[in-house]
């Protein structure tokens, strides 16, 4: 899935700057309202990048874009909050996305995002807030839902309105939000494999790889591996999914460690295994798609933890992975656990 463009630059100022005419009376052909124009642009950007929530929430907007077309379960998304709209009841908010899923089927999202690290905190919504976004979704009559990024917990949930306590401000905590999920709705699932994943570096037997003490080695490389439970995955599918899911879910990668003969490089191996293996099971769970391209998304625009870019460069659906239905390893075997909602 990739991003249409529409040249910001030539269109969007204009409409910019048509929506703060309306308020302050700015004129096209007087000078002064030119200047008034940048100063004001100058300063809510000033004012906005100072603001953490202002950037945490539209980023994780971003991110929730990149996550829906890395799982490959929509051929179209549209950010439904952007521009003008004229209706008949004030009361009404456009809700962030409207996604058009494979079958045809469109929903509206907002998205969220909660940084509490407890689970059962309580996010909590206004009432007026949530019966605006309903009004919308009903006058278009298309099913409302709200996806949260629980952020310490690197999880994304997908619910429906009624799924919240209603209370004076309805609420849902994590676990609530976990039983209700419905992100399988947008292509997510959980995979597992049999560790260890690894990933050899193999010196070249035929070119200079001697290892001196306390000097470096030069060698020259003769071919990159993969391996699944110590059996090497020659598909390159396969090496494909292997080398995504190595890179993207949450299990430990060592440092390299080199494989020695006689004082001569063999391969240097770096090994991925889960932080916390599950006894007595045939597979450990590597993650949710989800969490994997939002790791990524992560990554480019916060690579030292200080948010650089509000959104990547790269087409929205290239964080993703796409897994074949029906797919059978060969030497790359994965477990697809499709989560329904309570």
């Known amino acids: 899935m990739k991003r249409i463009d529409r040249n910001p630059e030539r269109f969007e100022v204009i409409d910019l700057f048509e929506a703060m005419a309306r308020k302050r009376g700015l004129k096209l052909n007087d000078p002064s309202s030119h200047k008034s124009f940048i100063d004001s642009v100058s300063n809510s950007l000033n004012s906005s990048k100072d603001n953490p929530i202002i950037l945490h929430g539209r980023r994780v907007e971003s991110m929730f874009e990149y996550v829906v077309a890395g799982l490959g379960n929509s051929i179209l998304i549209k950010r439904e909050d952007s521009g003008d709209v004229c209706a008949a009841d004030p009361e009404i908010r456009p809700p962030d996305f409207r996604i058009v899923l494979d079958g045809g089927a469109e929903i509206f999202v907002e998205v969220k995002n909660c940084h509490k690290a407890d689970p059962k905190y309580r996010f909590s919504f206004k009432s007026s807030y949530l019966s605006a976004l309903s009004k919308y979704a009903t006058i278009l009559g298309r099913d409302l839902y709200i996806a949260i990024f629980w952020s310490s917990l690197r999880k994304w949930t997908l619910i429906r309105p009624a799924s919240l306590i209603l209370t004076e401000r309805p609420s849902i905590s994590f676990l609530e939000a976990f039983k209700k999920n419905e992100m399988s709705l947008l292509g997510d699932v959980m995979v597992g494999t049999t560790p260890p994943l690894s990933l050899r570096i193999v010196a070249d037997p035929s070119k200079p790889r001697d290892v001196a003490q306390d000097e470096d080695c030069t060698f020259t490389i003769g071919s990159v591996d993969l391996y699944c ?18 890179r993207n879910s949450d299990w430990h990668i060592e440092d390299a460690k080199a494989k020695l003969e006689e004082d001569l ?71 697809i656990f499709r989560i329904k909602p309570k």
């Open 265 to 335: 490089l063999v391969y240097l191996e770096y090994v991925a295994e889960p932080q916390e293996p599950v006894p007595n099971q045939g597979f450990q769970i590597l993650g949710f798609l989800s969490e994997m391209i939002s790791r990524s998304y992560n990554d480019i625009t916060a690579e030292s933890g200080e948010i650089q870019q509000l959104s990547p460069s790269a087409a929205p659906g290239s964080l993703g992975i796409a897994i074949p239905k029906g797919y059978k390893g060969k030497h790359f075997p994965l477990w």
């Open 229 to 246: 439970n110590g059996m090497r995955i020659e598909d390159s599918l396969e090496q494909t999914l292997a080398f995504y899911f190595m």
